[in-house]
């Protein structure tokens, strides 16, 4: 029932884009970013309509007659179902970004758990994805379905392409629904990878001349639709404190003998 590929171009008919909505769904469900009926996909139809996905819908489970079609301020225009309350963060991205033609919203489990973490994806740690998407940043924690969602990610829109969500899941855009899938899936991929080196306990971070030459590839491979790296985005070794920031600190075997030293002296005074 849903095809194995889709192309990468926006353009297409109506009945193409309902299609590869369902498609997508259907990856986002199978791969495990969403649970129940978790998740929104919408597609820029034109310059007055938006193609989305309907609410409380399993996504891997839509046919193209239960998509509905909104306007650029979420009024339903066409469809048996309702929209989405989070559709509003949709028509947000589409108003800021007019190279954007699609957005993804899922629930990845470890790129969210970063989210619920606080923690953003902004370290330079594969080369790939710095090509990708540089890094990327958290919104802050906002109710799903209010404005304030929509406010959040207001400031981060801009700059990039793939936001976690603070406590709650992950969006991705892009100027076709393939390119916003895509970036779906890099971020949940790295967040897995980050989350391994957390587990071996190291990080090497790419310096600062490793992620010039990156982002010079990245502009001559014609990722011209990707946005603007964001400020000290990504973090590479050249900042000291991106490695072990917090609660770790380094000692010389002098130093933390100096340290058993005085412990020692201390405890036997006290006797
Ligand atoms: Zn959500």
Known sequence: MFAHSISPDHRK?????RRDVCT???WVHQRGYVASTDGNISIRLDGRRVLTS???ICKGMMEPDDLIITDLQGRKLA???NP???LAMHLLIYSRRPDVNAVCHAHPPVATGYAAAGLPLNKALV???????????????????TPELSEALEPLVQNYDAVLMANHGV???GPDLLTAFFRLETVEHFARVALVTELLGKQVLLSGSDVEKLLAARARYGSATAAPIGPECPVTSDVPEAI???NRITLTREELEALIDEAVRSDRARR
């Open 79 to 81: 469809g048996r179902r």
């Open 84 to 86: 989405s309350s989070e």
């Open 54 to 56: 309907p609410t409380t």
């Open 24 to 26: 997508v769904g259907y």
């Open 13 to 17: 008919s109506e009945d193409e884009h």
């Open 171 to 173: 969006v991705t855009y």
């Open 244 to 246: 072990g920031a917090g």
């Open 127 to 145: 080369s790939e994805l710095v090509l990708a998407l540089g890094c990327i940043p958290v919104a802050r924690y906002a109710t799903p379905g």
